[in-house]
């Protein structure tokens, strides 16, 4: 076979981050296609109330399989700067430890998961013509959670060490399999939300198969040797040292989001179905700094661990350009074709309506989340995952709280709710700015 991995330390940095980061924004582009797919086919096919139930179970979803997205970052960054170090043993290691940690994981997370539907359903003053389908939506993701979290783990492994292009080939036919089963489950089964459930675990346990099954073919260090699957205790430290920081934000960030969805669904069925279909678009939107984020990450981390910080910067300095001239353009597009999106979910104009408004109230502000994402990812690169943990719980979690709190109490509006997320991405920008110029990165301080 063919080498598919991608050593990043030397050759044209602008061909590294393009060759990276385009099969990473394919890749996440299928990616939305899952949840998105969904809640498309229950918007036209079955009603507002399904696609509100569907919609909001995002933040739920998200506050498990964030917690397990950081520790996947964490095993990533590990990866790549024992992979730049062509530190063939301690790669070996890395990726054992992260396999079995993943196994762990996966029991932990379908237990969570399964537990707390009812109490974060109520918590999220869900009403109570949605609560019943979001719980059986929630039900059966959760107990196929294992898919999705051995592909992002088995995925990250290959993207450490530069091959986005098998983990995008992979997402592309499960992505193709759901909408197939999403429309055979709902139009030919009339299954409704425990369809495009169902499709959508299938699918995502698709993608865990194929991905597993190549790292077990794969000849390099990087490959799986089942019989060397264990936990390596100095792999495992270096893991969490990295990943943990990172668990904690993405979990707490997306728990602080159910506090939004409880705003969000004070104001009825209708607005949850239009909030939920501009969180998809808005998805999609941001697909390209995310991906452009992860390979600067990997880019980074390999610069790094090979001992060149003046190519690792240069790598940020490009990878920041690219994110904001990619996301102008997307953003402005949004916002033109703000009604005929909506259009695609819902035929339901007051539905339509409040997508609209929350497209045009947020998409103005895009170019500020380039800023936190590159910076992020270039931190945790050279292994400086607390601050930006930090900044983000700050900014993302308790400034977002307190400013809601506050818009509660003045009765200020759908409006003062919608900016929640901008002043949140603003506020966080400003300190990873900061943080990031006074990094060791930046100083030029030696690893």
Not at 207 to 226: D, Q
Not at 383 to 404: K, N
Request: proline share 3%; net charge positive; with cysteine.
């Amino acid at each position: 076979m063919a080498r598919m991995d991608s050593d990043m330390t030397e050759g044209n940095i602008w061909k590294h981050m393009i060759r990276f980061s385009v099969p990473m924004a394919i890749g996440l582009l299928f990616q939305q296609l899952y949840n998105t797919v969904d809640t498309l086919v229950v918007g036209q096919f079955v009603g507002k109330q399904a696609q509100a139930a569907v919609g909001s179970t995002g933040p739920i979803i998200n506050t498990v399989v964030g917690f397990c997205a950081g520790l996947a970052t964490g095993a990533s960054v590990v990866i790549s700067q024992r992979y730049g170090a062509h530190d063939d043993e301690g790669l070996s290691k890395a990726v054992h430890t992260t396999v079995a940690l993943t196994f762990l994981i996966s029991l932990i997370a379908t237990g969570v998961g399964l537990l707390i539907i009812a109490p974060m359903l109520r918590f999220m003053q869900t009403p109570e013509d949605v609560f019943g389908e979001s719980y059986s939506y929630l039900t059966i993701y959760f107990a196929g959670i294992s898919g999705v979290l051995f592909y992002n783990l088995g995925s990250g492994v290959l993207r450490a060490v530069g091959d986005s292009r098998r983990p995008l080939l992979f997402l592309i036919i499960s992505a193709l399999l759901n909408t197939g089963l999403d429309l055979l489950f709902v139009l030919g089964f009339g299954m409704k939300v425990d369809g495009v459930a169902l499709a959508t675990v299938l699918s995502q346990v698709l993608s865990a198969v194929f991905v597993m099954t190549a790292l077990s073919r794969e000849k390099g260090n990087y490959g799986i040797r089942w019989r060397r699957v264990r936990i390596d205790r100095n792999s495992l430290r270096q893991m969490l040292r990295i990943g943990l920081p990172s668990s904690i934000q993405s979990a707490i960030t997306a728990f602080s989001n159910v506090f939004v969805q409880s705003y969000i669904n004070y104001f009825g069925s209708a607005c949850m179905a239009g909030y939920g279909v501009y969180g998809k678009i808005d998805a999609f939107a941001l697909i390209p700094v995310q991906s452009i984020s992860m390979s600067s990450t990997t880019f980074v981390g390999q610069n790094w661990g090979a001992g060149q910080p003046g190519r690792a910067r240069e790598g940020v300095r490009k990878a920041t350009v690219m994110s904001i001239v990619s996301t102008a353009v997307l953003g402005l597009l949004v916002f033109v074709l703000a009604r005929p999106l909506m259009n695609l979910f819902s035929p339901e104009e007051d539905v339509i309506d409040y997508g609209v408004q929350f497209i045009h109230i947020v998409t103005p502000f895009y170019l500020a989340i380039c800023f936190n994402q590159i910076y992020a990812g270039a931190l945790r690169g050279v292994g400086d995952a607390t601050m930006p943990t930090v900044i983000m719980l700050i900014s993302f979690v308790a400034f977002r709280q307190v400013y809601l709190a506050v818009t509660r109490a003045l009765d200020a509006g759908f409006v003062a709710v919608a900016l929640a997320y901008p002043v949140g991405w603003i506020l966080c920008s400003t300190l990873l700015i900061i943080r990031y110029s006074r990094s060791v990165l930046v100083r030029g301080e030696k690893r």
